[in-house]
């Protein structure tokens, strides 16, 4: 029994002298994938725009078309610009003029936003700039007032609807000059909308920062 128990030791040490080892067979699956994230996008855009050829520059459709509103004279007077802010070729700034105004001068100005990006958006929001001011935000339905009071500008209740790509709908929003407006003063301000993607839309979810 011993002389067995020799030979295995013996055995043993010599296949290890031989650099012969002892290990478990193992294979291993190796999965590799690929993940594309989609965009979040918008812009202001034109409805005359044809596919395929140069985007149209967007633009104000208002209540004041030579008329004041809700007048028969032809006094104030508004318009519109539309700008690319990040250079990506879409238009996501609009800025508005308002010239020849007097206390309790307004207008409706409507604009269409086209939903441009692979993911289903939700605007929730604008950001408005008084006079090149620190944007604020301009909860739908809500008036806001620039900082000496005498321009305040209202959204209407648009907000929550969802747009798949390549849709548009209509946005509009409401101004209004007020008692402490100075004479012989130029006031514009500017608008940009906010978007997120659609599941994370909550009603009434407010944008804490720019």
Excluded at 38 to 62: A, H, M, R
Excluded at 75 to 82: A, I, Q
Excluded at 145 to 170: E, I, K, M, P
């Amino acid at each position: 029994m011993k002389k067995i128990v020799l030979m295995c030791i013996a055995l043993v040490l010599a296949l290890g002298s031989m650099g012969v080892g002892y290990s478990l067979w193992s294979d291993s699956l190796y999965i590799e994938g690929i993940i594309e994230t989609g965009e979040v996008d918008w812009e202001f855009y034109n409805l005359y725009s044809v596919p395929g050829q140069p985007v149209l520059k967007p633009v104000g459709t208002q209540d004041d078309h030579g008329i004041d509103p809700g007048w028969t004279k032809d006094v104030g007077s508004t318009t519109c610009d539309f700008f690319d802010t990040d250079g990506d070729g879409d238009y996501d700034l609009m800025e508005l003029t308002i010239l020849n105004a007097y206390p309790f001068y307004r207008n409706h100005v409507s604009t269409w936003v086209h939903c441009n990006g692979t993911v289903p958006i939700i605007i929730v929001g604008a950001w408005i700039s008084f006079d090149g001011a620190p944007e604020v935000w301009a909860p739908s339905g809500q008036w806001v007032t620039n900082a000496s009071n005498s321009l305040r500008v209202n959204f209407g209740d648009n907000y929550g609807d969802q747009l798949h790509f390549c849709d548009s709908r209509d946005i509009s929003l409401a101004f209004e000059v007020l008692q402490p407006a100075q004479q012989n003063h130029q006031y514009s301000f500017s608008i940009r909308y906010t978007a997120v993607q659609y599941n994370e839309y909550v009603p009434g979810m407010y944008v804490p920062g720019p």
